[in-house]
């Protein structure tokens, strides 16, 4: 083999590649396959030859070996490599084609191999006296399975016998071998798509996606449930996180009528028992989102959301009881709230 296509070949690049390492694979394989194909070939061209008594056997001289045959296009001079613009999978333009020329002769290679086969087999095809069921479903059935009949058995028999069991060299269904075909075309794709080129996440990181999923998912639900709330459904709030976000709006906004500490001041005690709206956690809540003008307390529905209500309202209701530094009188009515 020339150097000229030994030293693209044998690069780190394509040793080291991953799309270097299947394509090459790929190589080796079909070159066995060809090398199985052409033993085949020769042998059963030579069972033709012996049966058709051909005088000149020896006019198989003249053809050239099959291993020829493979190196011919391997043999011829490669052009020298264009300068590498683009790449595949980090493979140089050069070294990826010249894999996937060499691919595709050995392909057609085997479809010849693969037809001349099938012509010589067809040749010396002879009938077999499988009697033919009436219905078509039958010959369906037949025909897909490649029954043989029993007189044929000793033209099967592999001569190995165990304890008056009897090893037959039959012929694999037709379906079975097509959908062990289908299989292995199935492997190299899947193989390509989640091992070498990544294109695909595996069996664990669809996991992991699908749990993240879930989790974003359930986030979005629960920000639009606790966003649905009214002063019929509030709950009151004790998560620390919770009570943080109402004491924040309550400390930057509400203080200025009731206090940094809800002892009250333009606007009422919210610490005492006394209310002049209800105690309870509706009512707050009530109170904060429509509010009462008349007498100087705005609605905030416009400025703040229901979560974020139900937090303000939570937040009032942990100030009961608490002891503020200048309480104002109470105001209202007494309530166990």
């Not at 996937?100 to 050995?106: D, R, S």
């Not at 009697?131 to 369906?140: E, F, G, T, Y």
């Not at 090893?167 to 959908?179: A, I, S, T, V």
Request: hydrophobic share 45%.
């Amino acid at each position: 083999m020339r150097p000229t296509l030994l030293l693209p070949l044998l690069s780190a690049d394509a040793l080291h590649n991953p799309l270097g390492v299947v394509l090459t694979c790929v190589i080796m394989a079909l070159g066995l396959i060809i090398v199985l194909l052409a033993y085949v070939l020769n042998g059963a061209a030579e069972v033709y030859r012996e049966n058709e008594k051909q005088k000149e056997k020896a006019a198989a001289g003249n053809v050239p070996p099959t291993a020829l045959l493979l190196l011919a296009p391997i043999l011829a001079d490669v052009a020298e490599p264009a300068p590498i613009v683009h790449s595949f999978s980090g493979l140089p333009p050069f070294i990826y084609y010249t894999l996937v020329l060499v691919i595709a002769f050995e392909i057609g290679v085997v479809l010849v191999l693969l037809f001349l086969l099938r012509n010589l087999l067809h040749v010396e095809k002879i009938k077999q006296a499988i009697p033919v069921p009436a219905h078509q479903w039958k010959q369906l059935w037949f025909k897909i399975n490649r029954f043989k009949p029993m007189q044929e058995e000793a033209t099967l028999d592999t001569g190995h016998d165990y304890d008056g069991i009897r090893e037959l060299d039959n012929r694999l269904p037709g379906w079975w071998l097509y959908g062990f075909y289908a299989c292995m075309v199935f492997a190299m794709a899947y193989l390509w798509r989640y091992h070498v080129s990544h294109n695909a996440p595996l069996s664990a990181e669809e996991y992991q996606i699908s749990v993240a999923d879930a989790a974003a998912a359930k986030a979005a639900y629960l920000a639009k449930a606790a966003n649905q709330v009214d002063e019929n459904t509030v709950k009151l709030l004790t998560d620390a996180s919770d009570l943080a976000a109402g004491k924040k709006v309550f400390t930057t906004t509400c203080f200025a009528c009731h206090g940094a500490d809800g002892g009250g001041g333009v606007g009422p005690n919210l610490t005492d028992n006394y209310w002049l709206h209800g105690g309870d956690l509706q009512s707050i809540f009530k109170t904060i989102k429509y509010g009462w003008p008349d007498k100087g307390m705005k609605s905030w529905k416009d400025d703040y959301s229901p979560q974020q209500i139900a937090q303000i309202a939570s937040y009032v209701k942990s100030l009961h009881g608490s002891k503020p530094a200048a309480p104002k009188e109470p105001q209202g009515t007494l309530t166990n709230e």
